[in-house]
């Protein structure tokens, strides 16, 4: 198991956000989560990043434990070290690409590697341009991303995050904030990633982009997963009754 | 194109500061011809001196008696920082009579053409020197001096010279032999003919000379410091100086904080006022080497610049050091709830700092803070500036990251960076560029900030305009000159800024 995420509790304020979920994904695995707004599908993969504490529960990655609710029924956190040693599994991409403006897209992309990793900058470079290559954007190296679209900014983030060679990389709606004809190549680079085994968790709302791509489709609502499994089963024939109404809805 | 356009703006601006110039430079013609042709002489006694508004100069025994003086029914008192100002001020017919010290009464009626001193004298007084209380020590060496020069005649030398101008009067004897140290006399050197600067930009007077004869007696070396008349009593009784030696009258106020030496002249006030005469008139040329070419007066000038941006550069350098870190330690309990202490302490600072004036922060830091250390005045300012301007620099450069976009915390945070590595490598160079502007203006804000540094006896651009203007009696040019220097400074620098605020903008 790549990633293990049981009885994740969090709320804000007094909302619970999160009552009592639990995830594992497996190498080689593509999870798409759907939901309505509000479900707590993001919130659901900021905890799994620590970008959000969790109040409960318990997260692993490759079996080291980063998170495990202490004796107090709160989660308690591994230590500063040890939770970094565990952040070297994973990688996001944001909603809003969240790309350095000050920084070249080649400079973006070998910043992490050369810094925290301290791999030597040679090494970087060519992984780099070739990651560049793949998203087809080897002649941007020098651009900064304001002259880039938005669908090239997106392509640089999953780069940068790819170049760190995380275990699985996460998608917080990668394409929500594109243009509508700029989200199929996003969506092509994440089909690629996908066809080369990369896990992968898409928190998406391109139903048919879900249906296609992932192996795994988890519903959630109100802070708890409804309904998950094959995308088949999920979209052609789903079991609850809030899915089928979400899924209807989108058909519209 | 563009490169066209931003020639034209610097014309313009050019155009317009040179205009503005002009205009001053116009001005004089009609403030020159100033009320005294039509003002005759209307005051002959004291006793006209009902309902009339006096000018003294703050501090000064005329200050104190004029204030708590029923009799005269005065309409009001205006008090100057200098007796010059209020001579001014009465030659250009702002206020009715002038209450001062007879001899610089004396000296400023024959340099100012219309004006005349009542023959009956408003009151008789005695000076003395001032030390520190308790200084017994130094009271009776210096009483012994004064006795001694008044008996061997010194102390008549001197006199005679500097009002009747006659004889050599005092130099210090030759192989004079200072071995018991050195002894810091405050005076506020605007004051003719006890104390004042003469062409050669040293002080002099019957108080200087004297203090230097006393010094040769006693076997101390006497070093003059300038100040504002009020700080003198402040000065001695902080031990700033040894002693203060300015004309200054026992009173049993200013008994209360220093001890005063036996008296070693006996001075009169005596009243001012306008007589009817003809103003001088003079070229602008002419004023113009009056003011800065006689008597080398444009080095003056220009070491007071050189002070003002000494100060200011180095202000500003430390301000960003100091705004930096506050605003670091600031952000940083924001973002994460850490550096709890420091956080108060930062907000203690910027709040005690932006809610009290400059000034007052300038004196606290001289007078309270470094009061028994000796340390060079210019240091002084330095460290009240910086600490003043780092306050706001700090809120600037906060408001900076604030503005950056949570995102880009979170996107260094899931790459492995660090809390410190994000806020250096990614937030603090966009937030500095956004806050360029903003520095800029605080810059040219301290650049004029300093010109307050008078207040500690700083010569700065500021307080040397000031100096010229008590010794020519001419009060446009030195300060129009001093404005158009700032104009100028700060003109140069938004330009500089602005070149430097594009290239960045071009920068991504």
């Given amino acids: 198991m790549i990633l293990e995420m049981s009885g994740i509790q969090k709320s804000f304020g007094g909302l619970e956000v999160l009552k009592d979920i639990s995830l594992e994904v497996d190498s080689g695995e593509v999870v798409s989560v759907i939901g309505p707004s509000g479900s707590g599908k993001s919130t659901l993969l900021r905890c799994a990043t620590f970008l959000e504490t969790i109040d409960a529960g318990e997260i692993r990655y490759m079996g080291k434990?980063?998170?495990?609710?202490?004796?107090?029924?709160?989660?308690?956190?591994?230590?500063h070290s040890e939770l970094n040693e565990v952040k070297r599994y994973f990688g996001l991409v944001f909603q809003q690409f969240n790309l350095f403006p000050h920084f070249s897209v080649l400079r973006n992309i070998m910043d992490a590697p050369v810094f925290v990793q301290k791999r030597p900058k040679e090494e970087v470079h060519a992984e780099a341009m070739e990651l560049l290559r793949k998203m087809n954007l080897e002649n941007r190296a020098d651009a900064y991303p304001c002259q880039l679209s938005g669908g090239q900014q997106q392509r640089v983030a999953i780069a940068r995050a790819l170049a760190l060679k995380p275990s699985i990389l996460f998608f917080d709606e990668p394409t929500s904030a594109l243009d509508p004809e700029l989200t199929g190549e996003v969506l092509k680079v994440i089909r690629q990633l996908a066809e080369e085994k990369m896990t992968m968790v898409v928190v998406t709302h391109e139903m048919p982009f879900a249906r296609a791509v992932s192996n795994r489709v988890i519903f959630m609502d109100r802070g708890v997963i409804v309904e998950q499994g094959d995308p088949e089963e999920v979209f052609g024939n789903p079991k609850q009754e809030r899915t089928v109404q979400f899924l209807r809805n989108y058909q519209r | 194109m563009k490169k066209h356009s931003s020639m034209?703006?610097?014309?313009?601006?050019?155009?317009?500061?040179?205009?503005?110039?002009?205009?001053?430079?116009?001005?004089?013609?009609?403030?020159?011809?100033?009320?005294?042709?039509?003002?005759?002489?209307?005051?002959?006694?004291?006793?006209?001196?009902?309902?009339?508004?006096?000018?003294?100069?703050?501090?000064?025994?005329?200050?104190?008696?004029?204030?708590?003086?029923?009799?005269?029914?005065?309409?009001?008192?205006?008090?100057?920082?200098?007796?010059?100002?209020?001579?001014?001020?009465?030659?250009?017919?702002?206020?009715?009579?002038?209450v001062i010290d007879d001899q610089p009464a004396q000296a400023f009626v024959a340099q100012m053409n219309g004006l005349t001193i009542l023959d009956t004298e408003y009151v008789k007084e005695d000076y003395a020197m001032a030390v520190q209380k308790g200084n017994t020590e130094l009271l009776g060496k210096l009483n012994e001096a004064i006795a001694a020069l008044q008996e061997n005649g010194t102390l008549q030398t001197i006199v005679d010279y500097y009002i009747d101008h006659s004889g050599e009067g005092y130099s210090s004897p030759k192989g004079a032999e200072h071995p018991n140290g050195k002894l810091v006399m405050a005076t506020n050197a605007e004051f003719p003919p006890y104390e004042y600067y003469d062409d050669n930009n040293e002080i002099v007077g019957i108080d200087a000379d004297l203090a230097m004869a006393i010094g040769d007696y006693l076997g101390y070396e006497v070093e003059i410091s300038d100040m504002k008349f009020d700080s003198i009593i402040t000065s001695v009784a902080t031990g700033k100086a040894q002693f203060g030696m300015?004309?200054?009258?026992?009173?049993?106020?200013?008994?209360?904080?220093?001890?005063?030496?036996?008296p070693y002249y006996t001075g009169k006030q005596v009243v001012i006022v306008r007589k009817s005469a003809g103003a001088q008139r003079e070229t602008i040329i002419d004023r113009f080497k009056r003011n800065f070419v006689q008597a080398g007066r444009w080095k003056m000038l220009l070491s007071g610049l050189g002070v003002t941006l000494v100060i200011t550069l180095f202000s500003t350098l430390f301000g960003v050091l100091i705004g930096f870190v506050v605003a670091i330690i600031r952000s940083t309990h924001d973002k994460t709830g850490g550096l709890r202490i420091l956080n108060i302490i930062a907000q203690v600072?910027?709040?005690?700092?932006?809610?009290?004036?400059?000034?007052?922060?300038?004196?606290?830091?001289?007078?309270?803070?470094?009061?028994?250390?000796?340390?060079?005045?210019?240091?002084?300012?330095?460290?009240?500036?910086?600490?003043?301007?780092?306050?706001?620099?700090?809120?600037?450069?906060?408001?900076?990251?604030?503005?950056?976009?949570?995102?880009?915390?979170?996107?260094?945070?899931?790459l492995g960076f660090n809390y410190a590595q994000t806020m250096r490598y990614f937030i603090l160079p966009q937030a500095l560029k956004n806050v360029i502007p903003a520095l800029g203006n605080e810059f040219i804000t301290l650049l004029k900030e300093t010109s307050i540094s008078g207040y500690i006896a700083i010569n700065d651009m500021t307080k040397v305009g000031d100096v010229i203007r008590s010794r020519t009696y001419d009060a446009f040019m030195p300060l129009v000159t001093v404005a158009l220097v700032y104009l100028l400074l700060v003109f140069i620098f938004a330009r500089l800024w602005g070149v430097l605020e594009g290239r960045l903008r071009r920068n991504g």
């Fill in chain 1, 65 to 79: 434990p980063a998170a495990a609710t202490g004796s107090q029924g709160k989660a308690v956190y591994v230590s």
């Fill in chain 2, 8 to 98: 034209r703006r610097t014309f313009a601006v050019l155009l317009i500061i040179g205009l503005v110039s002009a205009m001053f430079m116009a001005l004089p013609v009609f403030a020159g011809s100033d009320g005294t042709e039509k003002s005759a002489q209307t005051i002959f006694g004291l006793e006209d001196l009902e309902g009339k508004i006096v000018g003294v100069q703050t501090g000064t025994t005329g200050d104190i008696y004029i204030s708590d003086d029923a009799e005269l029914k005065l309409k009001g008192v205006e008090r100057y920082n200098t007796g010059f100002e209020a001579v001014q001020a009465l030659s250009q017919n702002k206020i009715d009579a002038v």
């Fill in chain 2, 246 to 262: 300015a004309g200054l009258t026992v009173t049993e106020e200013r008994e209360q904080s220093i001890d005063f030496t036996n």
């Fill in chain 2, 349 to 414: 600072y910027t709040t005690v700092i932006r809610g009290t004036p400059t000034v007052v922060q300038l004196l606290i830091i001289y007078y309270v803070v470094f009061a028994s250390v000796n340390i060079p005045k210019i240091i002084v300012a330095v460290i009240a500036f910086s600490m003043n301007s780092g306050a706001y620099i700090s809120e600037i450069i906060r408001s900076g990251i604030m503005s950056i976009d949570e995102g880009q915390f979170e996107a260094g945070r899931s």
